[in-house]
């Protein structure tokens, strides 16, 4: 069973703490971690891109010269594809580029992140996150204490305004409540920060 040293925010050993296997001790399957990931990206995007067809084209009604006796080819309208600022054959149009993911595969997803940073030792958790103010340098003075460098993210069990205010100008932290957190941030960060009451939390909602 897995197990993990519990830090106060000066960086002191206070407690140590066993956590559960199928949540923290399991193989990471990266697969699930690419299809999470995937869909949250393609949610993402907008699908808003669109042309206009021939049809949809303003103008363009009259045949613009004769059909024999010119020497030119033959036109039908000055709006069909071929011409200058004439529609477009096969343009994009306004689609959803949502990809479905089972429940199941973005739980998996989350715990083969949680594991494979426990396992890397750059999983921190510590008694409790409480600044007493929303001044950056508070929390940076308990990032120095941590004693952590590259991307970090601080997971907070609810919103909590001294700490999200204290987070926004610090570069490479981001402070995200649990329920907001998604599986991309969680690739994108090297350590993650998290109080104990948080590791609970996951392990009643991912051991289920």
Known sequence: MPSVVVLNQLGEEVNKVELNDDVFGIEPNKQAVFEAV????????????????RKEVSGGGRKPWRQKGTGRARQGSIRAPQWKGGGVVFGPVPRSYRIKVNKKVVKLAIKSLLSERLQNQRFIVLDKIELPD????????????????????VVSP???????????????????TKDHLSVYQLTDADYYVMPLTVVKQYEEELSQ
């Open 134 to 153: 929303f001044k950056t340098k508070s929390l940076v003075q308990v990032m120095n204490n941590l004693k952590l460098d590259g991307k970090i993210i």
């Open 38 to 53: 995937n869909a949250e990206r393609a949610a993402m995007r907008q699908g808003t891109h669109k042309t206009k067809k």
């Open 158 to 176: 609810e919103y909590d305004f001294n700490l999200f205010t204290a987070g926004r100008n610090i570069p490479n932290v981001l402070v995200q």
